[in-house]
């Protein structure tokens, strides 16, 4: 199929995802169809949308909210999907929800329909088994808020049909995204390779190196990134963030990388979800400021590029990795990393500039100090390192 023969449209969910996917298809002159179990669920998304539009009107970002809007069809029974060429699943996280969902589907598609899942944790694979045709199934993973967020993550499972993923990335791309096509592993690119941006930063504020103000500001100040960790971590909400990390930890058997962070999960315990509960690591009831930090300090200086080193060559670590075991490939990887959590420059990138030597020798640093195997260089960074080899 071509990326013309994707004129309809179903997406299941009208949440926050769901109302993003549609409005990103019906700004690509898609007709949507969007359907959700709750009505007030829909009626929600649909004077959202329309608030939205308008206000892309206004700022002359599109010409016609009116014409837009028109495209997106709100149901609450899934009839309307046998005239989809492609159905977007965006409902709650829970593998046996979504399975029955698919079986539904299943039943009211067409033969040749594509049947995708937005979810961020959950085994493509393990989705599609659940299907009679698992060749069509595969996940499209959007980044929050959808439309504002260029990176979609495509992700064949293992019995989906040579060149779906490709079919579905060209799509993307005729939508205005950044598409990237990876291999159903845990966490995929973005939810894997950004975990130590957190968990590093945790390991030094628990082990009393710095305040989670002077890393934060390191982060940004210094290592040149939007937010600094603690800051997105709220941001983010430890309901979500911290589960992330938990599911990936338990994904990957537990391995040590990973290994959630217990001053984290006690703020979830205490319900310090971040910014929307107004308190997280951070208190939100008043203005709240981040310290800056005085770099031209020679002290403060060089302990705030010891922390960016940490953290970053952490980061580098999980990038080559994913390399090396093929989750997917060089460009892919940056442009994950940049355009799904706003990097300031791709991880492989990084790691060129500042040397694979330098950035192995930091590891082996941290490897000897702790003898932790959270520590070990990917054997691809060892390799490179050693050789002083560019990505
Ligand atoms: N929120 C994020 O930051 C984010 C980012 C990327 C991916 N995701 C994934 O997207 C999916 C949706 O997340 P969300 O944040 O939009 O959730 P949400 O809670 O905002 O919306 C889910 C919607 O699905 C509806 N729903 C639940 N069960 C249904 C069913 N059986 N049939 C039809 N509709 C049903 C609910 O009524 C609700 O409107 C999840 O898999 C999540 O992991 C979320």
């Given at each position: ?186 966490g995929?690119i973005?939810?894997r390779v950004a975990r130590p941006f957190y968990s590093e930063a945790?390991r ?44 990936v930890?338990?994904?990957f058997?537990?391995d040590p990388r990973y290994t ?48 960016v080193y940490r953290v970053v060559c952490m980061l580098i670590n999980e990038a080559v990795d994913a390399l090396y075991l093929?989750i997917?490939?060089k460009?892919?990887l940056?442009?994950?990393m ?5 990097y300031?420059?791709g991880l492989l990138a990084w790691c060129n500039e500042w040397g694979s030597d330098f950035v192995l020798a930091k590891l082996d640093v941290l490897n000897q100090?702790y003898?932790e195997d959270r520590y070990r260089p990917s054997t691809m960074l060892r390799e490179y390192g050693l050789?002083?080899k560019?990505f």
């Open positions: 199929m071509s990326d013309s023969t994707y004129t309809t449209i179903g997406v299941v969910g009208a949440g926050a995802m769901g109302s993003g996917i549609a409005q990103v298809a019906a700004q690509a002159k898609t007709r949507v169809i969007l359907y959700d179990l709750q009505e007030d669920a829909l009626n929600r998304a649909s004077e959202q949308l329309q608030k939205i539009l308008n206000r892309l009107e206004e700022k002359e970002r599109i010409s016609s909210a009116k014409e837009v809007f028109e495209r997106i069809e709100f149901i609450n029974t899934l009839d309307a999907f046998k005239e989809a060429n492609l159905v977007i699943e965006a409902i709650i996280e829970n593998l046996e929800v979504k399975q029955k969902v698919f079986q539904s589907l299943e039943k009211v598609v067409a033969q040749d329909c594509i049947l995708a899942s937005n979810t961020s944790s959950l085994s493509i694979t393990s989705i599609a088994a659940a299907c009679k045709h698992p060749e069509r199934v595969l996940g499209i993973h959007f980044f929050n808020p959808a439309p504002l967020m260029a990176l979609v993550e495509v992700i064949p499972a293992i019995q989906t049909r040579q060149g779906l993923g490709e079919s579905m990335v060209a799509l993307m791309k005729s939508w205005g995204k950044a598409p990237v096509l990876v291999k159903d592993t845990p995929f973005v939810n945790l030094i504020y628990e082990e009393g190196l710095a305040t989670k103000e002077f890393i934060d500001a390191a982060l940004t100040q210094v290592g040149g990134f939007r937010m600094g960790p603690f800051t997105l971590m709220d941001y983010i909400g430890h309901d979500v963030n911290y589960v992330v990390t938990e599911t930890f338990q994904s058997y537990q959630p962070s217990l001053t984290q999960k006690r703020l979830l315990e205490a319900g310090w979800l971040g910014r929307k509960s107004g308190k997280g690591f951070f208190d939100y009831s008043e203005d709240f400021q981040l310290p800056t930090l005085d770099l031209s300090d020679e002290e403060v200086n060089k302990k705030a590029e010891e922390i093929g997917a490939n460009e892919d940056e442009t994950a940049t355009r799904g959590v706003n300031p420059k100090i003898k050789l002083n560019k």
